[in-house]
Structure formats: C-alpha cells, structure tokens
C-alpha cells in the first residue's frame, strides 16, 4: 500500500549535488538551472550560498568545468567555438584563456582529423572547396589552419589541363 506521507521536493542543494553528478557545470550554468526551483518565500541568495558551500568542499570548480568541455570538445571543435562556448557559460576569461592554450598547440591536427573524418579527400573544385572551409570555420578552426588542411587551392583535375 502506498505511503500517505507527502514527499518533499529536493532541496536546492540536492538538486545542486544531483545535477554535478551527472556532469561538470560552471557556476554560473549551475544557478541558472537552479533558479527555477526557487519558490516565491525562498531567499535568492540561498543559491549563492550553496554554490559556495559547494566550491569550498570542491564539487564546483569553474576550472575544472573548462579543462573538462575544453578536453571533450576539443577532439571535433576549434579554439574559437570552444572559447564561445566557455564564454556563453560564464567562465571568466583568464581560465577561457588557460583552457583553450593548449588547444592552440594542436588546431592543425585536429583540423585534420575533423576533416578527414567528414571529407577524407581534397576538393575536385572550388564549390567543394567552399564547403569544407566553411564546414572547419564553422567548427571553430582558425582560418589560416582552415587554409592549411585544404591546401589553400583545389586539386586541378588530371586530364592534363595543369600544364
């Protein structure tokens, strides 16, 4: 037989911890989602006191959050959209910067890679060429890393009109 006893809705801190354990969120992404759980008599500070609680006992960290989407989206996205994305949800600058350094270092490569997964061969003319520019600027690519993986030119066809 079911329990008469009404069930109390999960606390902000609960629905807080809950929401960590599926994945890392920033702080700010954190209180927007919380926001809506306030009822009309909760104080709206009680969200910032319990982000803090939270980033005192290390289960918030807006750096760790960075390093871990910086790691994941890194493999199919470019520093730019990767630098948006941290910024839509509100990470401070200097740990955008910090996270996005070491993608830099390896952009050509996972260019290369995106498109070779995508594409996997050069552009028999300049519509095909257009389209994989925009498909890697549209994932975030820098366009000088854009130019490099395309070979800054379609492939002349090879009925010998090259000579």
Known sequence: MPSTRAKNPPTILQRAVAALARREHSRAELARKLTRYLAESDDPTAIDAVLDQLEAKG????????????RTRGASFGAARIRQELCQRGVAPELIRKSTDALKQTEFERARDVWRRKFGTMPRDEAQRAKQMRFLTARGFSVDVVLRVIKDRPRRSESGDDA
């Open 59 to 70: 289960m918030l960290s807006d750096e760790r959050f960075a390093g871990a989407l910086a």
